[in-house]
Nanobody, 120 residues
């Protein structure tokens, strides 16, 4: 599967952004999906994941309650709605797909990143 993420940009603290990831192929619903991010000078970290059907989601503690992950299997897309953004959310965000039941720490497929910059 090929993944393309878009929707990043520059926003002030407290603002919102919506990231989307479009996947190629006809088997999108067979992949667990999610988002990771990498801030300058830091390791890539998990942000959010969603099950194949969309029925189960999970977030890292720092974004829980502010970010929402969703998917549309008919449109082969996964979305990350980011609200109440903080400067520490600044990073390159990566969409990922996993053939496992849930998104692992080492997904099978990665998309190109999209930059999110939150100004204070």
């Amino acid at each position: 599967v090929q993944l393309q993420a878009f929707g990043g940009g520059l926003v002030q603290a407290g603002g919102s952004l919506r990231l989307s990831c479009a996947a190629s192929g006809r088997t999108f619903s067979s992949y667990a999906m999610g988002w990771f991010r990498q801030a300058p000078g830091k390791e890539r970290e998990f942000v959010a994941r969603i099950s194949r059907t969309g029925g189960t989601t999970y977030y890292t503690d720092s974004v829980r309650g502010r970010f929402t992950i969703s998917r549309d299997n008919a449109k082969n897309t996964v979305t990350l709605q980011m609200n109440s953004l903080k400067p520490e959310d600044t990073a390159v965000y990566y969409c990922a797909a996993d053939t496992g039941v849930i998104l692992s720490s080492k997904p099978d497929y990665w998309g190109m990143g999209t930059q999110v910059t939150v100004s204070s």
